[in-house]
Nanobody, 118 residues
């Protein structure tokens, strides 16, 4: 079993930055790809960024060039650095452990709220 705990959300003005963290625990953590998702009110949850076991990354077009995913394996921690934030980035952000890609989530975190004001 893998437990995921996010932190780092908050309120920020448009153009600002935030860094989200996700601490993972559980012996099987290393077998998963890791990713970040978000869900705004009334919208479906969408995949934003993922990092594979070999360190390769991919991003949704909506955040490419503004968000950066990274991980510190020694700390079992996943990060999402978010810059140039826009009001439309307002959502609950979730980290996830995935078998293979955004459609194969095995474990979810509880989420952390990000609110961007104009």
């Amino acid at each position: 079993q893998v437990q995921l705990v996010e932190s780092g959300g908050g309120s920020v003005q448009a153009g600002g930055s935030l860094r989200l963290s996700c601490v993972a625990s559980g012996r099987t953590y290393s077998r998963y790809c890791m990713g970040w998702f978000r869900q705004a009110p009334g919208k479906e949850r969408e995949g934003l960024a993922d990092i594979d076991k070999d360190g390769s990354t991919s991003y949704a077009d909506s955040v490419k060039g503004r968000f950066t995913i990274s991980q510190d394996n020694a700390k079992n921690t996943l990060y999402l650095q978010m810059t140039s934030l826009k009001p439309e980035d307002t959502a609950m952000y979730y980290c996830a452990a995935m078998y293979d890609g955004w459609s194969s989530v095995a474990h979810w975190g509880q989420g952390t709220q990000v609110t961007v004001s104009s």
